[in-house]
Nanobody, 119 residues
Framework: VQLQASGGGLVQPGGSLRLSCVAS????????MGWFRQAPGKEREFVAG????????QYSDSVKGRFTASRDNDKNTVYLQMNNLKLEDTAIYYC?????????????WGQGTQVTVSS
């Protein structure tokens, strides 16, 4: 399975972006999916995880209430809607196949997409 994240960009604080992660060579509906991010000089961290049907979702405390994960299995795509973005959300965002919606055991990392929040 190959994953490709997209939708990043430059946005002002308080703005919104929607990230997408498209799978090829496999069926995303077979997997739980996770979103992760890595800021400069920091370790990669879990952002959100979504169960294979989309019914169970977990967020990190830093994004809870601002970010929404979803998926469209018919389109083989998972999404991350990011609202009220903050400077500290600046990072490269990655999607990955995970063992469960808590984001454990990530594998098959997609190519990341840069999100920059700046005034």
């Amino acid at each position: 399975v190959q994953l490709q994240a997209s939708g990043g960009g430059l946005v002002q604080p308080g703005g919104s972006l929607r990230l997408s992660c498209v799978a090829s060579g496999g069926t995303l509906s077979d997997y739980c999916m996770g979103w992760f991010r890595q800021a400069p000089g920091k370790e990669r961290e879990f952002v959100a995880g979504i169960g294979w049907r989309g019914g169970r979702i977990q967020y990190s405390d830093s994004v809870k209430g601002r970010f929404t994960a979803s998926r469209d299995n018919d389109k083989n795509t998972v999404y991350l809607q990011m609202n009220n973005l903050k400077l500290e959300d600046t990072a490269i965002y990655y999607c990955a196949i995970v063992s469960d919606y808590s984001g454990s055991n990530p594998s098959y990392w997609g190519q990341g997409t840069q999100v920059t929040v700046s005034s």
